[in-house]
């Protein structure tokens, strides 16, 4: 294979989820021939009919323009998808087992099809979150299992994009890390991303992907951080959000991820911090730290259904609108979401709760005790209420008009799990007002 800068190169990207679909289109977009490979058929055959599989901003245009190009496909047969590939970037899921260890079931078949199908160089490359030395696995998996003496470097090349951010997060990120220990490799994915105007971190395969593991868990302790501060604020009389804004103007802290509330929820905090205790466990290092930040991060939940308890006593037959599902805004997705721990809660203790969500298709799935009714606008959600929960702060209901709520509820509370409002203006608009340390 030649490598020339800016070339486009036979990319294929296994698995048509969060991380593979965006990162699919985006390479795409910058001029690369993408297959997107995923073994659900059905999903594969909606996107062929240019049917989304979830909600991303700007995906599906990247989707729909690359596809109508030529230079994006979607194909069922990894077999195939592989052989007709030089680089194959590995984004399927790695789920949380019961011990905190992450299923690498997925990547294992992905290594056993290169082996089957080394028609030639390739680079494997990880991007889904894995385990510090999964790289190693893979790279011996292939030598052990391949019927030809085609060459395949391994590399890592974790990526960092958000959800409902992804798109921008893949043209503009902070750093592109590569591990590998292969010039060639390196070459190759420098070439790639050639377009980007993005600070490199090149590095062994290992240290990539502990980049991966600590970049995550220190956002999560970040947060965790924050909301333990809500705690003390609570008790001593003090505003967390002025205490992270002050934090944040110190360069050294940042003001990013230091918003206090009801946690961290997602398919990759909640995952990544289980998987990195585990590992380091396994290595020999007992990450104390990473353990109660996950406590912190569970308990804040607890915390705010025990503050709306108190203002509401008994829960029983008590009317609560909850807005907000998704795990944070501009997502579908419910994966690890919050809200589920809090409107079992709340459920359990008998309340009549009525949902509302601006992309509720997932979260109607999981709620679907009898008590759970989910209502067609925050406003119907909110006639009648004893409580107004708001849990995710969408665009919609930063804007939502307090004043008209305050005119059909039955009963002026708020339960703001996103310190997302200000207090001094909700109270002049008549409610009661419950945050975390705000
Ligand atoms: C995260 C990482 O940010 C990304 O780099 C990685 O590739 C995947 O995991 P994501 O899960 O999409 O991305 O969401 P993110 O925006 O990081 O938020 C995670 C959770 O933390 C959300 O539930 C959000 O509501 C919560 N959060 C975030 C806070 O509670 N406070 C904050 O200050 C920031």
Redesign the pocket.
């Known amino acids: 294979m030649s490598i020339k800068k800016n070339t486009g190169f036979k990319i294929c990207v296994v698995g048509a989820g969060h991380v593979g679909l965006p990162a699919a289109a985006c390479f795409a977009e910058l001029g690369h021939k993408v297959i997107c490979a995923d073994n659900d058929a059905k999903k594969i055959s909606a996107l062929k009919k240019l049917k989304m599989p979830f909600f991303e901003p700007d995906m599906e245009d990247l989707v729909v323009k690359n596809y109508k190009k030529g230079n994006l496909e979607f194909l069922s047969s990894l077999d195939e998808a592989i052989k007709r590939s030089e680089v194959i970037f590995i984004a399927v899921g790695t789920p949380p087992m019961p011990d905190g260890s992450a299923d690498l079931t997925a990547i294992e078949n992905v290594a056993h099809a290169v082996a089957r199908n080394l028609n030639g160089y390739k680079l494997v490359v990880e991007k889904s979150t894995v385990p510090v030395q999964t790289g190693r696995k893979i790279e011996e998996t292939i030598a052990r299992y391949k019927k030809t003496d085609a060459v395949c470097d391994v590399a890592s090349n974790p990526?960092?994009?958000?959800?409902?951010k992804a798109v921008s997060d893949f043209f503009y990120p902070d750093r592109i890390v590569i591990g590998t220990s292969s010039r060639r490799a390196e070459t190759i994915l420098r070439s790639i991303y050639a377009k980007l105007k993005a600070r490199i971190v090149v590095t062994d395969i290992n240290t990539a992907e502990l980049i991966k593991h600590a970049?995550?868990s220190f956002?999560a302790m970040k947060?965790s951080f924050i909301n333990a501060v809500s705690r003390v604020c609570d008790l001593a009389g003090a505003d967390v959000k002025k205490v992270a804004q002050a934090m944040g103007f110190d360069k050294r802290i940042s003001p990013h991820?230091?918003?206090a509330?009801i946690?961290?929820?997602?398919?990759?905090?909640p995952k990544d911090v289980e998987a990195f205790i585990y590992i380091s466990q396994k290595l020999g290092y007992d990450f104390n730290l990473l353990k109660e930040v996950r406590n912190v991060n569970y308990d804040q939940r607890k915390y705010f259904v025990n503050k709306i308890k108190e203002k509401l006593w008994v829960l029983k037959g008590k009317k609560i609108a909850v807005l907000g599902l998704s795990?944070?805004p501009d997502t579908d997705d419910m994966r690890f979401a919050?809200s589920i721990d809090i409107v079992e809660l709340l459920s359990r203790e008998g309340a009549e709760l009525f949902l509302y969500d601006p992309k509720p298709e997932e979260a109607k799935k999981i709620f679907t005790a009898k008590n759970i009714h989910f209502s067609k606008t925050a406003y119907d959600a909110a006639k009648g209420a004893d409580c107004v929960c708001f849990l995710t702060e969408w665009k919609g209901l930063l804007d939502i008009d307090l004043a008209k709520v305050r005119r059909i509820v039955n009963h002026p509370l708020i339960a703001d799990g996103r310190n997302m409002f200000n207090r001094a203006d909700i109270v002049a608009k008549g409610f009661e007002y419950i945050a975390l340390g705000a």
């Open positions: 990526e960092f994009l958000r959800e409902g970049s995550n956002l947060i991820f230091l918003s509330g946690g961290w929820g997602g398919f990759c905090f795990f944070k919050p």
